[in-house]
């Protein structure tokens, strides 16, 4: 069961969140638009994980991206196309998080 986290606040733009792997193959970054998510919350709803808490405005949190299995449902049902999931090498600091 997704958790509220009504300390979280409408304003902000995108998060991007990422991990190594656990055999340090690849880092697995998540990036999630809030600029173009309207807090259906379909991507909570759909992630066979339970990987995403909510905000106080009805978006996703990522908070246990550790248990994600890249099953790539957020990504597909999402409507508005907010949540990219990509991998990358763990050494390469291009895109990681700001
Ligand atoms: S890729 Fe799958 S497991 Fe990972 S957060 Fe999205 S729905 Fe959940
Ligand atoms: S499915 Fe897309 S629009 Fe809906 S809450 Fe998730 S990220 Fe936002």
């Known amino acids: 069961m997704a958790e509220r986290l009504d300390h979280l606040e409408s304003g902000i733009k995108s998060t991007k969140y990422t991990r190594v792997q656990k055999d340090k193959s690849t880092r697995l970054?998540?990036?999630?638009?809030?600029?173009?998510c309207k807090g259906c919350g379909i991507c909570i709803e759909f992630?066979?994980?339970?990987?995403?808490?909510?905000?106080?405005?009805?978006?996703?949190?990522?908070?246990?991206?550790?248990?994600?299995?890249?099953?790539?449902q957020c990504v597909y049902r999402c409507p508005d196309?907010?949540?990219?999931?990509?991998?990358?090498?763990?050494?390469?600091?291009?895109r990681e998080v700001a």
């Open 47 to 72: 992630c066979p994980k339970d990987c995403f808490d909510i905000s106080s405005i009805n978006q996703p949190v990522m908070s246990r991206l550790e248990d994600c299995t890249k099953c790539m």
């Open 29 to 36: 970054n998540m990036t999630i638009n809030f600029d173009w």
């Open 81 to 94: 196309y907010c949540i990219t999931i990509d991998e990358v090498d763990p050494d390469d600091d291009s």
